[in-house]
């Protein structure tokens, strides 16, 4: 629903520096590069407002340019920018600082990161910038972040570019993500540069205006300690709870590192959680994409599935299948434990001890994870707790023998559980929904579900003790979206809007549509037409494979 712009600013809106001027160490400041001819392919007016920005003049060329990072009187960067990048996080800098009119200060953040379980010492934001936080509408403060925006010391030789399909396709699947109420960055717009960017061949170029609690990550963190050491831990600890756990703020200075490893488990096991209800799989959960807020981050690789496949893989550099859709809850771990190894030292002065409480505090996150993944489970079968579902054994048993049978069949993750829904809604059980568009006959909604499966006494069996439990259509339907961002959805739309030709004519309407539809994914449209949004895809589509593109 749109909001009213009654108290945005038709104009520049300053930024803060909260991040920079907490932790210099880790901030080079930086220009963003110039967009020859820019021009804004999609704006998020909803969420403009939201940061209080006005949208009208974000689409003006001063707002276009104020969201590129080139607002005000920007210096020029030194002229090593791609000289093969800084060695520590404050080695190289620009002169932004010096330019008084700049409604910000923008920065390329240091962090490390495992990436494929291999620690690289130095990542950092090789083509991205933060231009500064805002306070939003809610009180909260948020980072404005740009995305290929070109090259800084940390872009290792690289171009620092993006090319528009990869940043469109973070918007959309960003967008679908909050509104699947999933916690996730968001998309602000994607600006075409009018520059190309030379891949495989010459494509057009775009920057990703992205909106972020923060960008803090478990990769900040070690980048802290291999670089900086226990002083600088410390003041990052204070920084990340001040900015998502202010709660910690409150308790003693040696107690928090532990507390804040505890906080950022807790969130991420709801995370990945989520993440498995509606069929997501990352693609790419190094320690550089693993949020203290709990955020998803980074859509370069990222899919959702059509057939249910614990061992689904999409991204063409997981060639041994260590990101797969059912492995997530485990790489989560495995990235927790890296978390903790770079806390420990704060957790007490005596090494045993510290290490004692490391082991202690990640051996729960197995048990916190599998319990936020079984309530996903229990939600989307509409056994979410109460009386009616007071026997636990029972409840656990009917999760345990769906999952079995949707790893046995592989059908349609999100048209199963739409038939479930159905079931209810024409069988009249507790919290059925009566007339609407998932109420048929019920002879149909059975049969439709046990189209589903290969055995059907064996499915038969399970849906009539799955009834026994009087499961809630209510809660179902807020467990089980209609629409999700489709692999082949996707494609055909980032086809259209041109994005894999420098030369071709921009058609937004497949991806304007398609937007429409996820970003309301709980209830039906009500045109026939739309009916294409639920499908999967064709067989002629083949198998999916996705790229680093973001």
């Known amino acids: 629903m749109s909001q009213s712009n009654e108290h945005t600013?038709?104009?520049?809106?300053?930024?803060?520096?909260?991040?920079?001027?907490?932790?210099?160490?880790?901030?080079?400041?930086?220009?963003a590069q110039h967009a020859p001819a820019p021009e804004t392919v999609v704006l998020n007016g909803d969420l403009a407002i939201e940061l209080g920005l006005d949208p009208k003049w974000l689409r003006s060329p001063a707002g276009v340019e104020y969201l590129l990072g080139r607002a005000g009187s920007v210096a020029d960067n030194p002229a090593d920018a791609t000289a093969g990048g800084t060695t520590d996080g404050a080695s190289t800098t620009s002169d932004t600082s010096d330019t008084t009119d700049?409604?910000?200060?923008?920065v390329a953040q240091a962090y490390s990161g495992h990436q494929f379980g291999q620690f690289v010492p130095i990542l950092g934001d090789g083509r991205a910038l933060l231009?500064?936080?805002?306070?939003?509408?809610?009180?909260?403060?948020?980072?404005?972040?740009?995305?290929?925006?070109?090259p800084t010391p940390f872009a290792r030789r690289g171009d620092g570019l993006a090319a528009l399909g990869p940043m469109l396709r973070e918007y959309l699947v960003a967008e679908a993500m909050h509104a699947l109420g999933i916690p996730t960055t968001r998309a602000l717009a994607v600006i075409a540069t009018g520059g190309r960017v030379q891949r495989e061949r010459a494509l057009p170029g775009a920057v990703l205006v992205r909106v972020a609690a923060s960008h803090l990550r478990v990769g900040s963190f070690q980048f802290a300690r291999a670089h900086g050491g226990d002083d600088v831990v410390k003041r990052?600890?204070?920084?990340?709870?001040?900015?998502h756990h202010q709660?910690?703020?409150?308790?003693?200075?040696?107690?928090?590192?532990?507390?804040?490893?505890?906080?950022?488990?807790?969130?991420?096991?709801?995370?990945?959680?989520?993440?498995?209800?509606?069929?997501?799989?990352?693609?790419?959960?190094n320690t550089d994409n693993i949020t203290i807020s709990g955020e998803t981050i980074d859509y370069g690789p990222c899919a959702f599935l059509d057939a249910h496949d614990p061992g689904a893989v999409f991204s063409s550099i997981d060639r041994q299948g260590i990101y797969a859709y059912g492995h997530q809850p485990r790489v989560?771990?495995?990235?927790?434990?890296?978390?903790?190894?770079?806390?420990?030292?704060?957790?007490?002065?005596?090494?045993?001890?510290?290490?004692?409480?490391?082991?202690?505090?990640?051996?729960?996150?197995?048990e916190l994870v599998d319990g936020r993944i079984l309530e996903r489970w229990k939600a989307k079968l509409g056994l979410g707790g109460g009386a009616a579902v007071a026997d636990v054994a029972a409840v656990h048993a009917v999760v345990e023998e769906w999952l079995a049978m949707l790893g046995d069949d592989n059908p349609d993750h999100t048209l199963v559980h739409r038939a479930l829904v159905t079931l209810v809604a024409a069988g009249g059980r507790a919290g059925g929904m009566g007339d609407g568009p998932d109420s048929v006959e019920p002879e149909v909604a059975e049969a439709a579900f046990l189209a589903h499966f290969s055995d059907g006494d064996r499915a038969k069996e399970w849906l009539e003790t799955w009834r026994a439990l009087s499961p809630d259509a209510e809660l179902m339907q807020r467990a089980n979206p209609i629409y999700i961002p489709r692999n082949h959805l996707v494609e055909e739309a980032l086809a259209a809007a041109g994005s894999g030709d420098a030369n071709q004519p921009r058609n937004m309407g497949p991806f304007h549509a398609l937007l429409?539809?996820?970003?309301?994914?709980?209830?039906?449209?009500?045109?026939?037409?739309?009916?294409?949004?639920?499908?999967?895809?064709?067989?002629?589509?083949?198998?999916?494979?996705?790229y680093c593109g973001t």
């Open 131 to 150: 231009l500064g936080e805002i306070t939003d509408r809610g009180g909260n403060l948020r980072d404005i972040h740009l995305k290929g925006s070109g």
């Open 102 to 106: 700049a409604p910000y200060r923008p």
């Open 9 to 31: 600013v038709p104009g520049p809106v300053r930024l803060t520096s909260d991040f920079a001027d907490a932790m210099p160490e880790m901030a080079v400041e930086w220009s």
């Open 247 to 285: 709660e910690l703020l409150g308790m003693p200075a040696d107690a928090r590192p532990l507390a804040l490893f505890d906080a950022v488990a807790a969130a991420q096991a709801d995370l990945v959680a989520r993440w498995l209800g509606v069929g997501f799989v990352h693609g790419v959960m």
């Open 236 to 243: 990052l600890v204070d920084h990340a709870a001040a900015r």
């Open 332 to 366: 989560a771990e495995w990235d927790l434990a890296r978390f903790t190894e770079t806390l420990a030292p704060l957790y007490d002065a005596d090494a045993d001890r510290a290490l004692a409480l490391a082991r202690e505090h990640l051996a729960g996150f197995r």
């Open 516 to 546: 429409a539809r996820i970003t309301d994914p709980f209830t039906h449209s009500g045109n026939p037409a739309d009916e294409r949004f639920e499908r999967p895809a064709p067989a002629e589509f083949g198998d999916y494979t996705t």
